[in-house]
């Protein structure tokens, strides 16, 4: 799929239509597949919310709306569904300013090592599109330690783990397959049934092509 505003509107409509899911189940308190939440995740969640603000749907609407040339860019906390692994509480913020420059989706994993003490650690991941002129022109994921590169580093987060290797290839082509390989490498296959409407999937079964058998 060629980048241009009409692909910008459908990510933006992917991205609305994910955050809108992921607010139902969390305040269903439920998974993707619709079995009820453990006490462990939902505790995780609640607290995390009083320390790391969400953006809400709203917000995302805004942003999207006050968007220009196809730039979206935000540093707050847009909560993903619950993860199968209860210890972690998945989020995600993105740079957007593509194709003059790449596009980077950003994962942040928060846990909580001792919530009575407040003690939180977290990770991240980069999914992103290629870099020029670099070895690493090519749709890759990456270990993050920062939620932004000019961003203090993630809590207890070290800083000496190596954040440009390894540059793990993609089966991506677009900013649309990026974003569904970000989501299959955290909610596995069957995505058409578990986050997203047939309609928005019918749209997409072209830029999804490289990866229809993931889904």
């Known amino acids: 799929m060629s980048w241009n505003a009409k692909s910008f509107g459908i ?3 992917i991205l609305q239509k994910l955050k809108k899911k992921s607010e139902t189940l969390w305040r269903n308190e439920l998974s993707i597949e619709g079995e009820p939440l453990d006490e462990k995740t939902i505790d995780s969640y609640k607290t ?7 953006l809400d749907k709203s917000d995302l609407d805004r942003l ?3 968007s220009i040339n196809q730039q979206l860019t935000w540093d707050f ?7 199968e692994d209860p210890h972690y509480i998945p989020t995600l913020k993105i740079d957007c300013n593509y194709p003059s420059e790449k596009i980077s989706f950003r994962l942040e994993f928060y846990k909580f ?7 939180l650690v977290g990770f991240g991941f980069r999914f992103e599109t290629g870099e020029r002129p670099s070895k690493h022109d090519f ?6 330690n920062r939620p932004l590169p000019s961003k203090p580093l993630l809590p207890k987060c070290p800083g000496w783990i190596p954040t ?17 390989n970000m989501l299959i490498s955290l909610y596995g296959t069957g995505l058409y049934n578990k986050l997203f409407p047939q309609k928005l999937m019918d749209i997409l079964k072209s830029p999804l092509e490289p990866i229809a058998s993931y889904l």
């Open 48 to 54: 995390l919310k009083k320390l790391r603000t969400p």
């Open 139 to 144: 749709f890759h994921a990456q270990v993050s």
């Open 164 to 180: 440009s290797i390894p540059c793990i290839p993609l089966k991506a082509e677009c900013p649309i397959s990026l974003i569904f």
């Open 113 to 119: 090592t001792d919530k009575k003490n407040l003690k």
């Open 11 to 13: 990510m933006c409509q």
């Open 64 to 66: 999207i709306a006050s």
């Open 77 to 83: 906390y847009f909560y993903l569904p619950p993860l």
